[in-house]
């Protein structure tokens, strides 16, 4: 079945840093995927779509320069936190899809911790 | 907010037991579907029903949808305790795969 991978799963870092989340789909190619966050105990997120080869759409309230996000291949978007802050810390997940009516498959999640 | 209501939020019942979870959505929709979330990881897919479609099974799962009521029900039959978990329901509006969920609900299964 189509995987979803996304790396890292863990990330603990200093206020200030930037951190890259990786999403790739493993055995198909997507031309969309997509970035939620989940606080603990709550549901998910959207905060934006990630297009192959253009810009990302974002959802309202999220900051485009602070979440960071680029397609640059079918099968690979990343996230990038940047100068993150303890306000960031959070559950990160992508999803994606090989398309033709299947349901999206989502990566394991990273969870980021700014301390 | 987007989200959809799902009750209860939490539900503990036995091994064997039958669970049912509610999911309630706001806007028109293209399908809807059901995810289960084991704690710190990602989702998995359990069931997708379209908006022409009433009722869906897979395995011990059953999934109905009223549109007229903007509701849908997961209803679990002989629950184990590895069916703990939580459930999200999440609508796709224009069947572009962009979701959105519902708070979920927290379920579990004791031996």
């Known amino acids: 079945g189509a995987v979803v991978s996304q790396h890292p799963s863990w990330v603990i870092c200093k206020s200030g840093t930037s951190v890259k989340i990786e999403c790739r789909s493993l055995d198909f190619q997507a031309t969309t995927m997509f970035w939620y966050r989940q606080f603990p105990k709550q549901s998910l997120m959207l905060m934006a779509t990630?297009?192959?080869?253009?810009?990302?759409?974002?959802e309202q309230g999220v900051e485009k320069d602070k979440f960071l996000i680029n397609h640059a291949s079918l099968t690979l978007s990343t996230l990038t936190v940047t100068s993150a802050h303890p306000e960031d810390s959070s559950f990160y997940i992508c999803?994606?899809?090989?398309?033709?009516?299947?349901?999206?498959?989502f990566g394991d999640g990273t969870r980021l911790s700014i301390l | 907010s987007q989200q959809g209501e799902e009750d209860p939020q939490a539900l503990s019942i036995q091994e064997g037991e039958n669970a049912t979870m509610n999911c309630s959505y706001k806007?028109?929709?293209?399908?809807l579907q059901w995810y289960r979330q084991n704690s710190g990881r990602g989702l998995v897919h359990l069931i997708l029903?379209?908006?022409?479609?009433r009722e869906k099974h897979s395995g011990r799962l059953r999934v109905t949808l009223d549109t007229s009521k903007k509701s849908s029900s997961l209803l679990i039959t002989a629950s184990r305790a590895a069916d703990t978990a939580s459930y999200f329901c999440?609508?796709?509006?224009?069947?572009?795969?962009?979701?959105?969920f519902g708070q979920g609900t927290t379920l579990q299964v004791k031996p």
């Open positions: 029903i379209r908006s022409n479609e």
């Open positions: 990630s297009n192959e080869g253009s810009k990302a759409t974002y």
């Open positions: 999803s994606a899809s090989p398309g033709g009516g299947q349901p999206q498959h």
């Open positions: 999440a609508t796709d509006k224009s069947n572009t795969g962009k979701l959105i």
């Open positions: 806007t028109s929709i293209n399908n």
